[in-house]
């Protein structure tokens, strides 16, 4: 971080070698952070760190020369073997942070993995403006990759979407899930590629078939690199090379912009594939250095040695019979030692028949012993036929490796080609499975959705027990929705359904309505629930005030924001006070579109004096004293809270909720003037923003200011 308020950030995967970095404002830093999730963070040693994140990194402290601006420049420079970091979209003065913070990384690597890091063959710089903005309680609140409860992948948005058939594209959707376009043009080829693959269910279903059957070609490729490779990894890269041609196949006849991309992208490497499918045997083994990992054949000098191994028994045997036939000695057998290595051992009964060729080499008490040239000839190349085979086989399979290892930066590219293909298909299936629409992207910050649905409810719960609602957002339909109702409505669910049907439609993929027209937001927030935060001294009022003025510093026009019962944690006037001026400044400061659900009904009277809010309850049916939730979006506001109906539900004994019912008729007596208004209906007088001295803007008008000389 530095004194103007930015901090440069940079991040790598060693298994792929994917390495970003970013100049992040440092107010931002901890929801950048929680969109990547670190395993391990690197920090300068004399920077503080007090920041509290949602999950628990390795924190690794390094000398401040490790993240030095000249070196970590040249760092990079050394390791890209350029002279300048503009080709990857760098300016060296305005992202001097962000090399700062590269630099470091490939500083630590270089020390602690001891090996080569040649998969890191390009650096992307990561800029905000090209994706949508979804805080660290946004992400937590709508549950994009884990569930609020319990932490799991399972019931999130992220395990709803994937239909993913590779482990690369399943780690692709999780990125594209946290990086949604903010770009018209860019969101409209994903959603051409998978409008395509959707009408074209032959192909589909074919790319998916050949895609089960490649392995995770990034982390293969990160083994090769880094020289880790096992001969099983390179056999997994050749099989992985075996299905690239029918996937372009299959891909060529598409006609999609993206898809065409990608079709350009698939390069079939025959002769490196036809060379480690010919070469390494299948199944192959781990271990590059206990042989048995080339076929026969591929090697003329490895057959031999291998037969000389198999063999030297059977050439034993028969020497030994062709020299008693020789020489006449009936007794005459070969023997090994140590020492002398192979031997033809004669009693001294048949000394006198020992041939001049034969060397003797030892006198034992009742024998000699005795050496030939083709006996000794054959021993050298009998003894250690076998490791001399394993060395041959270990030096073939590292001609192999590093052939491999030539051409990785072209194997990533593919990889990355595979991973969109696998991506595109898969929401191409999802769209397919749970009929899905095509959203209609726009720039006006409008919403319009016909019989939208959760995403996820819309799976787990029973088919056809999901309530579709519309939702009308933007011009005359009004800007700020206000949705009252009872408890266990579904007024959370819908406004929930709202954001990650707008998320969806930014990632690239269809969505669950029967027709969607979607202004590009450029920020998502949600605030949705509250917890303590003990570990900072926080309540949940504290909280849930923190993430409001959030929401207030930095939305813009062209933001979605999600609400659910702001205020709660407070007293009643306090809290109807706060969520007053929060909605009023919301539709006259900001202008956003914005859903807010509460059980204040006194806010339903902002309709009568702001023209771009809106009113919308949950319908219910009272049916014999009990209330039916009927889970439907309507216009207008809810006559009545139900809360007391809902207490009745739970068992609240009758003494209790009866004397509520009572109270409840004299507080709703006293909101309305002797004229019959409702008494919070005065509208406010516009100001406009000011700054306090600090430079942050004023979260409410505090009231009339006045000033006197």
């Known amino acids: 971080e530095d004194t103007s308020g930015s901090a440069g950030l940079a991040w ?77 979209g760098l300016d060296e003065e305005r992202d001097h942070l962000a090399i700062r913070a590269a630099g470091a990384i ?47 992948r399972d019931g999130s948005l992220l395990a709803t979407l994937d239909r993913t058939v590779t482990a690369m594209g399943a780690r692709l959707l999780a990125d594209w899930l946290s990086n949604p376009l903010t770009q018209v043009e860019a969101i409209g080829d994903r959603h051409d590629a998978v409008e395509e693959l959707l009408n074209h269910a032959g192909a589909r279903r074919a790319l998916r078939e050949e895609l089960r059957s490649i392995y995770d070609l990034p982390r293969l490729l990160a083994r090769v690199s880094t020289g880790r490779a096992s001969p099983r990894d390179l056999h997994f890269i050749g099989k992985t090379l ?107 009964a048949h000394r006198e028949r020992v041939p001049q060729r034969y060397h003797r080499k030892q006198t034992l008490k009742n024998a000699e012993r005795y050496i030939t040239d083709e006996l000794k000839q054959y021993e050298e190349q009998v003894l250690g036929a076998d490791e001399r085979a394993k060395e041959l086989e270990y030096t073939i399979f590292c001609t192999l490796r590093d052939k491999v290892a030539q051409v990785v930066p072209r194997l990533q590219r593919l990889a990355d080609a595979l991973a969109q ?15 899905y629409c095509r959203p209609e992207m726009v720039r006006e910050p409008v919403l319009e959705i ?63 309505a029967s027709r969607a027209r979607i202004g ?50 407070t007293s009643t006037y306090d809290g109807i006070s706060l969520a007053w001026a929060i909605t009023e400044y919301l539709h006259d ?45 309507v216009p207008g506001k809810a006559d009545k809270s139900y809360g007391i109906h809902v207490a009745q539900l739970a068992g609240v004994p009758p003494v209790v909720y009866e004397r509520a019912a009572e109270i409840l008729t004299r507080l709703e007596a006293g909101h309305v003037d002797e004229k019959g208004q409702p008494k919070l209906a005065t509208p406010r007088r516009r100001r406009r923003r000011v700054a306090a001295a600090a430079g942050q803007k004023l979260l409410f008008d505090m009231g009339d200011t006045e000033s006197s000389s």
């Not at 041609?245 to 079709?263: G, M, N, V």
């Not at 002769?271 to 076929?295: K, Q």
């Not at 939208?452 to 409810?457: F, I, K, S």
């Not at 009252?484 to 990650?500: C, D, E, F, H, W």
């Open 589 to 633: 400061d900001i202008g956003c579109r914005t859903l807010f659900a509460t059980h204040y009904h006194e806010l339903t009277d902002l309709e009568k004096t702001h023209a771009g809010v809106k009113n919308y309850n949950v319908a219910v049916r009272e049916w014999e004293n009990r209330v039916v939730f009927l889970h439907k979006i």
């Open 242 to 348: 075996l299905r690239v041609p029918e996937i372009k196949r299959h891909l060529t006849p598409l006609q999609a912009s993206l898809l065409r991309q990608l079709d350009a992208s698939l390069e079939c490497f025959e002769e490196l594939r036809h060379e480690l499918l010919t070469a390494l045997v299948d199944p192959c083994p781990l271990s590059a250095r206990d042989g048995g990992i080339i076929r026969e054949h591929f090697d003329e000098e490895l057959d031999e040695l291998r037969g000389l191994a198999a063999g030297g028994k059977e050439w034993i045997a028969r020497y030994q019979a062709e020299e008693i036939e020789r020489t006449g000695i009936p007794n005459l057998k070969i023997g090994f030692n140590k020492v002398f290595g192979y031997y033809l051992e004669v009693t001294h």
């Open 450 to 512: 016909r019989d939208g649905r959760h995403p996820v409810l819309d799976i787990t719960e029973p088919e056809g027990t999901f309530v579709p609602n519309d939702t009308l957002a933007g011009g005359d339909a009004g800007h700020v929705l206000l949705i009252t109702g009872p408890n266990m409505a579904g007024k959370s669910t819908y406004i929930r359904q709202v954001a990650l049907i707008t998320i969806m439609a930014q990632l690239g993929s269809f969505v669950p």
């Open 106 to 152: 490939l500083e630590y690597l270089s020390e602690t993995q001891k090996s080569t890091l040649a998969h890191f063959d390009r650096i992307t710089p990561y800029r905000s403006e090209t994706t949508l903005e979804i805080d660290s309680a946004t992400r937590r609140s709508l549950e994009l990759t884990v569930t609020l409860r319990h932490g799991r």
């Open 12 to 88: 790598a995967d060693l298994s792929t070698g994917r390495f970003f970095t970013a100049v992040v404002p440092a107010t931002k830093l901890e929801d950048e952070l929680t969109r990547i999730l670190p395993t391990e963070l690197l920090l300068p040693e004399e920077q503080r760190w007090n920041r509290v994140l949602p999950f628990e990194p390795t924190i690794t402290r390094r000398p401040p020369w490790a993240f030095g601006s000249d070196a970590a420049r040249q760092r990079l420079l050394t390791h890209f073997a350029t002279a300048t970091l503009e080709g990857f």
């Open 520 to 569: 590009v937001a450029d920020r998502v927030f949600a605030r949705v629930g509250a917890s303590d935060e003990l570990s900072r001294g926080q309540s949940t009022f504290m909280v849930e005030m923190t993430e409001t003025a959030r929401i207030l510093n930095t939305a813009t026009k062209r933001s979605l924001v999600i609400l659910d019962e702001i205020g709660r944690g």
């Open 421 to 435: 293909i696998d991506l595109l298909a898969s929401l191409a299936e999802l769209a397919q499975e749970r009929r």
